[in-house]
């Protein structure tokens, strides 16, 4: 007496190759690197406009320095993998006095979220959509 065969199932698994798994793992490597990079360099903006501040301060004891940042996590908001790797959303961001061009335009850049505002109060970017 003969065994019946077994029953072929009618789903495939996935399948792929080890070219598609390098390919799938470098995407995501450079996608997560970029990342690190934004979050770094926005970390490095902060703490150039902190030791700025803080400087202002110094060679102006009468002169407020301006605040670092207000954060409302209801109203900006930034991708969940970012929180993940350190960054934090940033609703106001207040440069310090004597900020060149090219610091607004890194800021802005930088801090798509924010509403970016000079050390005079003057608006420099749009209202972000939220």
């Given at each position: 007496m003969q065994?019946?065969?077994a029953p072929k199932h009618s789903r495939r698994?996935?399948?792929f190759g080890m070219g598609t798994l390098f390919l799938v793992t470098t995407v995501f490597?450079?996608?997560l690197g970029w990342n690190f990079k934004l979050v770094r360099a926005r970390q490095e903006f902060l703490l150039w406009r902190d030791t700025q501040c803080e400087a202002e301060s110094r060679e102006n004891p009468g002169l407020v320095a301006p605040l670092a940042i207000w954060v409302r996590p209801e109203?900006?908001?930034i991708p969940m993998w970012?929180?993940?790797l350190g960054d934090?959303?940033?609703e106001f961001?207040?440069?310090p006095r004597g900020a060149t061009v090219e610091d607004h335009d890194k800021a802005k850049s930088l801090f798509t979220e924010a509403l970016v505002y000079a050390a005079d109060g003057t608006l420099l970017t749009d209202v972000p959509n939220r």
């Open positions: 065994c019946p065969p698994w996935f399948q490597a450079l996608w109203s900006a908001k970012r929180n993940w934090q959303a940033t961001l207040i440069l």
